[in-house]
């Protein structure tokens, strides 16, 4: 996989386009794609979704993985970043990833790397409707969220009455009665898997 990082860094100016099969969702903003016998980790241009530990983040990777089964995806490298992933535009379906994301709700306009115009007329349209993070006023930000201390970011989940655990974004997170827990007990939820 080294050469290709290589390869791609040596034509970081170019546009670079191609197709390919997604192996997993790591969540709302990236994924990784078969590329031979390995895979190729790719962070969706422009966006920022929440962290897989904050509130949202379940969400937000569950859209992806919908929008992105059965479907090859293709991508429009833009850029390698600091971790080696790919920094690209994708598109599952005929529909575009990055604008999706933002504007289903689940994704913000990644300002300090992206002033396309698209995604932030996404974003608006989506703080319009209140879908998604929007439904809260102030969500906060991911970028934000990665500031906290390690501790506090590790939000706790949610053991109900019946003792099933949930992850902070699935539907059923502080839902009736119940409580949060620190260390994983209980039974993880089917739909989150807790
Ligand atoms: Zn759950």
Request: glycine fraction near 10%.
């Amino acid at each position: 996989m080294k050469w290709l990082i290589v390869f791609l860094l040596a034509w970081r100016a170019c546009a670079f386009e191609f197709s390919g099969e997604v192996a997993r969702v790591v969540d709302g903003d990236s994924l990784s794609v078969k590329f031979g016998t390995g895979e190729i980790r790719v962070r969706l241009f422009g966006i920022d979704a929440p962290e897989i530990n904050q509130i949202g983040g379940w969400a937000a990777k569950r859209l992806l993985e919908d929008l992105t089964a059965g479907h090859k995806i293709r991508l429009r490298v833009v850029d390698v970043d600091k971790y080696g992933r790919l920094v690209a535009w994708a598109w599952a379906n005929e529909i575009n990833l990055n604008r999706w994301m933002i504007y289903e709700g689940w994704a913000w306009h990644y300002r300090r790397y992206s002033s396309d115009f698209s995604l932030f007329v996404a974003e608006k349209a989506a703080k319009k409707a209140g879908r998604g993070l929007w439904h809260n006023k102030t969500p906060q930000s991911p970028w934000m969220f990665r500031r906290q201390p390690v501790a506090a970011q590790r939000a706790p989940h949610w053991l109900n009455q019946t003792g099933v655990r949930h992850w902070p974004g699935c539907r059923y997170y502080r839902q009736g009665a119940g409580r949060l827990i620190r260390k994983k007990e209980g039974r993880a939820c089917a739909i989150c898997g807790g």
